[in-house]
């Protein structure tokens, strides 16, 4: 099975900061790398396929790179709404699989 | 619309079954590959196992986790995904979402998850 490494797996920031979560898979995926964003008692919300294409309506200061192993999600002005836990996933082979998650706090 | 809903959480002993359900609307179900996704209390999203389209011969795949206990499938006439879970554990305590998959094969939806507690 492919491990996916989140780091880090929590981080505080400030409304306005820019965050950057790294994903590494343990072997070679490609570019099949998502993102999700996940609010407390709400369903995973889809924001980045392909490693760096956002999924339709979302905001542009999301962004994604990298490509085989090496992964990060980057939220260029962090905004009050953007406090969440964000999920990576590989879905380069079967079983898929997600990291362990990166909780963004409120500074 | 797009829209992906849950039924059939619940509470069951171990040992027991427990038939879950997602209806979708919105779009052409039977074009899609359908996933189920759990997260258990606290923790983060497990892959459970996916169905592939009729192209694909319905197909399925399936976590280790689950294997011989779980089974995937859909009714392209209803619009319904189903996950069928026999011999159930207390580890398989989580809420449980369907997923679609998308374009460049990745989910592109997602259900607003149904609770399944396994406890005695």
């Known amino acids: 099975d492919i491990q996916m490494t989140q780091s880090p797996s929590s981080l505080s920031a400030s409304v306005g900061d820019r965050v950057t979560i790294t994903c590494r898979a343990s072997?070679?995926?490609?570019?099949?790398l998502a993102w999700f964003q996940q609010k407390p008692g709400k369903a995973p919300k889809s924001l980045i396929y392909?490693?760096?294409s956002l999924q339709s309506g979302v905001p542009s200061n999301f962004s994604g790179s990298g490509s085989g192993t090496d992964f990060t999600l980057t939220i260029s002005s962090l905004q009050p709404e953007d406090f969440a836990t964000y999920y990576c996933?590989?879905?380069?082979?079967?079983?898929?699989?997600f990291g362990g998650g990166t909780k963004v706090e409120i500074k | 619309e797009v829209q992906l809903v849950e039924s059939g959480g619940g509470l069951v002993q171990p040992g027991g079954s427990l038939r879950l359900s997602c209806a979708a609307s919105?779009?052409?179900?039977?074009?899609?590959?359908m996933d189920w996704v759990r997260q258990a209390p606290g923790k983060g999203l497990e892959w459970v196992g996916r169905?592939?389209?009729?192209?694909?011969?319905?197909?399925?795949e399936y976590a280790a986790s689950v294997k011989g206990r779980f089974i995937i499938s859909r009714d392209d006439s209803k619009n319904s995904l189903s996950l069928q879970m026999n011999s159930l554990k207390t580890e398989d305590t989580a809420v449980y979402y369907c997923?679609?998959?998308?374009?460049?094969?990745?989910?592109?939806?997602w259900g607003q998850g149904t609770m399944v507690t396994v406890s005695s």
């Open positions: 997923a679609r998959r998308g374009r460049a094969w990745a989910y592109d939806i």
């Open positions: 919105g779009f052409t179900f039977s074009d899609h590959y």
């Open positions: 169905t592939r389209n009729k192209a694909n011969s319905y197909t399925t």
């Open positions: 072997q070679g995926i490609s570019n099949y």
């Open positions: 392909a490693a760096s």
């Open positions: 996933q590989q879905y380069n082979s079967y079983p898929l699989t």
